[in-house]
Nanobody, 115 residues
Framework: QVQVVESGGGLVQPGGSLRLSCTASGTRNSMTLMAWYRQAPGNERELVAVIFSGGNTKYADSVKGRFTISRDNAKNTAYLQMNSLKPEDTAVYFC?????????WGQGTQVTVSS
């Protein structure tokens, strides 16, 4: 059974940076894709960034130029480097890992941007 675990959330001031990590364990297969979503109170979960096994990436318009997704296929680990953070980036950030047609979610990590 694949397990997905996120880390790296916390409290940061506006304009600051955070780096989130997500590791998928329990399998020898490389994940087809890994992605970060976020959900703020009262809002639906939204896609932030996705990276495919070949390295292609996609970003939500709201984070383009500020966030960078990367991955280490050998470790089945994805990273989300978040720079120039804004209060509106405050949310629980969830990692999703796809192993072929199977989707796995982490429990989420809180990111709070506040002065």
């Amino acid at each position: 059974q694949v397990q997905v675990v996120e880390s790296g959330g916390g409290l940061v001031q506006p304009g600051g940076s955070l780096r989130l990590s997500c590791t998928a364990s329990g399998t020898r297969n490389s994940m087809t894709l890994m992605a970060w979503y976020r959900q703020a109170p009262g809002n639906e979960r939204e896609l932030v960034a996705v990276i495919f096994s070949g390295g292609n990436t996609k970003y939500a318009d709201s984070v383009k130029g500020r966030f960078t997704i990367s991955r280490d296929n050998a470790k089945n680990t994805a990273y989300l480097q978040m720079n120039s953070l804004k209060p509106e980036d405050t949310a629980v950030y969830f990692c999703r890992a796809d192993e072929r047609s199977n989707l796995y979610w982490g429990q989420g990590t809180q990111v709070t941007v506040s002065s």
